[in-house]
């Protein structure tokens, strides 16, 4: 009797995916338990990633069509791990002249992190790029109970309040986490262990080894990945977060070590688009809603943070003149 090895059922596996079989109907299907599953899936994901660069090396030498190349994701990978000793990432939403940029500054680190972090502000917190993220949160049911907490964490880093703001975001990011693995606080599942959550991104290939857009899955999986394990969920019995940027300092407030920073929320702000990214990518929807935006609600939202932003701008000046 010839013996099935994990390479010929990631073959089996991969062949199902691709048609948009289940999961868990894959599974089924080849007989594999947990342990066996946890050799294909890795296989499957490395056949995906495969499968990605020959398409995206074939979309490279048409004509007319544009993509981001192979060599081009290695080059964000490499910036990716790069930024994460800063607890940084490029955020999903940037464009090649940017990430280029944000490439030659990080050649200059650790000088350059001010003016990394100044750069990545001054893309990412514009009204138009937090009216997007909420609506993140809006367009996935599972997350929709987080709106009020995102809207607060805007409102507030407008206002400056940067500790109100860090606060509201750092527990949505293990709320996000605990709704994805399923578990919502009202039926009998429970509750998965921290250390479960913390990994738990990074274990997103055994849940969906066939991600969409598979190579940009990969990058954003490793780099949020990298931030939760190595900072803000980082064992405080093992070392120290970077830049204090510690879920454990502001659950506790043990020590008197400044957190709730500007660029501390600029570092959630962008590690939660990350895993809005990495989740929208996992559960493969029909349409992904970053670019089936409300345009009514998203126009109301960026006029009402303009006009915050301009109210901050004139009390910030009649500040300066009683002083």
């Known amino acids: ?78 910036l990716n791990q790069q930024l994460a000793d800063y607890a940084l990432l490029a955020p999903p939403t940037i464009t090649v002249a940017e990430f ?92 998965p262990d921290f250390e479960v959550v913390r990994k738990f991104v990074g274990n997103s290939y055994l849940r969906q080894p066939n991600p969409s857009n598979v190579l940009f899955h990969d990058v954003y999986v490793r780099a949020s990945q990298a931030i939760l394990t190595n900072h803000l969920y980082l064992n405080s019995a093992t070392g120290s977060a970077y830049a204090n940027f510690s879920r454990h300092l502001a659950a506790h407030l043990l020590t008197d070590q400044t957190f709730a920073t500007q660029s501390n929320c600029v570092r959630l702000f962008i590690l939660l688009d990350a895993l809005l990214t990495v989740y929208t990518y996992e559960i493969k929807p029909a349409k992904d809603p970053r670019f089936h935006v409300n345009q009514s609600v998203l126009e109301q939202d960026v006029m009402r943070y303009q006009q915050l932003l301009l109210h901050q701008h004139l009390f910030r000046n009649e500040q300066l003149k009683i002083d």
């Not at 010929?8 to 062949?15: E, M, P, S, T």
């Not at 709106?147 to 805007?154: D, N, R």
């Open 1 to 78: 009797m010839v013996k099935i090895t994990a390479a010929d059922l990631a073959v089996q596996a991969f062949a199902l995916l691709q048609v948009n079989a289940p999961v868990t109907d894959v599974k089924t299907t080849l007989g594999m338990d947990s342990t066996m599953w946890s050799k294909v899936s890795a296989l499957v994901y490395e056949k995906a990633k495969a499968a990605g660069r020959q398409e995206r090396d074939w979309y490279a030498q048409r004509p007319h069509v544009s993509t981001t190349s192979n060599s081009e994701i290695t080059d964000l990978l490499a």
């Open 100 to 191: 280029r940029r944000i490439e030659q500054l990080a050649s200059k680190l650790p000088t350059s992190e001010s003016t990394i972090l100044a750069y990545l502000g001054g893309i990412f917190t514009l009204p138009k790029m937090f009216a997007i993220l909420k609506q993140g949160f809006e367009n996935f049911p599972a997350f929709q109970s987080f709106v009020p907490l995102v809207e607060a964490a805007i409102l507030s880093y407008y206002q400056e309040n940067y500790i109100s703001s860090f606060l509201s975001l750092v527990p949505i990011v293990e709320g996000l986490i605990l709704r994805w693995s399923g578990f919502d606080g009202t039926g009998p599942k429970a509750k």
